[in-house]
């Protein structure tokens, strides 16, 4: 049922009273979890929208509203849309037979490394980032012209 049979190496952080733990401490905790739940949906679930993401527009209208909605990707990773989001029609021209033009809305894991993570000064003059949206990628609109 995956898309990939790789099973990575996880070890489960522990601790003993009177450790000092550091953000890479608490970190590691939190990747453990993810790559057991990623790993967990990849292999006992299907990919695809589980609910939610409905799409909405009128014919001739400029933007199509997407409502909030959950959906796990073929690497058992969510994607969770929480607020809803309007989305721009690109202005393009119609099919050269003057059909319609079909868009695709996608949407994909947004890595750490692309969020803007919402940070907080510390004690002793430290600071970083104490949070990161679970938001997608925003879905992409990719025109598609019709081969009928």
Not at 18 to 36: I, N
Request: neutral net charge; glycine residues 8%.
């Amino acid at each position: 049922m995956t898309l990939s049979d790789d099973i990575p190496i996880l070890d489960r952080p522990s601790f003993f009273d009177g450790q000092r733990l550091t953000a890479a401490d608490l970190t590691a905790v939190q990747a453990f979890h993810r790559e057991l739940r990623w790993l967990h949906n990849r292999s006992l679930h299907s990919w695809g929208i589980a609910f939610g993401y409905a799409v909405s527009g009128l014919k001739g209208d400029r933007a199509v509203q997407l409502a909030p909605g959950y959906a796990v990707d073929c690497n058992g990773r969510d994607l969770i849309q929480s607020q809803p989001l309007t989305l721009a029609i690109p202005a393009v021209a119609g099919a050269s037979d003057g059909g319609s033009v079909t868009y695709y809305l996608t949407a994909s894991y947004a890595d750490d490394s692309s969020l803007t993570p919402q940070t907080q000064s510390g004690l002793c003059g430290t600071a970083g980032a104490v949070r990161r949206s679970e938001q997608p990628d925003n879905p992409l609109a990719k025109p598609r012209r019709n081969r009928s």
